[in-house]
Nanobody, 126 residues
């Protein structure tokens, strides 16, 4: 399984970005898909998750009013729409996929994921 994340960049505070993640190497049905981030000098933290075939979504408290996780099954893409970005959102963002089917939790721990993308850098200037 390979995950290719893209869409990061430099944006001013208050702006928006949409991250994309293209998983390949197997067919995904009810697997958990997640986004995590790691800011400089900090531990990796959960951002959002969902089951590939929907519909439930889960968010970290900082993300639930500004970010939206979604997927396009036809295009085989996972997205993270980020609005009203703040300087504290600056981080490398990673997409991840579980190796087993979604089993009813929030999937907000990185140990619940088996496959990780290379990360895409988001920098928010003040």
């Amino acid at each position: 399984v390979q995950l290719q994340a893209s869409g990061g960049g430099l944006v001013q505070a208050g702006g928006s970005l949409r991250l994309s993640c293209e998983p390949s190497g197997r067919t995904f049905r009810s697997h958990a898909m997640g986004w995590f981030r790691q800011a400089p000098g900090k531990e990796r933290e959960f951002v959002a998750s969902m089951r590939w075939n929907g519909p439930a979504t889960f968010y970290a408290d900082f993300a639930k009013d500004r970010f939206a996780i979604s997927r396009d099954i036809n295009k085989n893409l996972l997205y993270l729409q980020m609005n009203d970005l703040k300087p504290e959102d600056t981080a490398v963002y990673y997409c991840a996929v579980s190796g087993t089917y979604f089993q009813g939790s929030r999937y907000d721990n990185d140990w619940q994921y088996d496959y990780w993308g290379q990360g895409t850098l988001v920098t928010v200037s003040s």
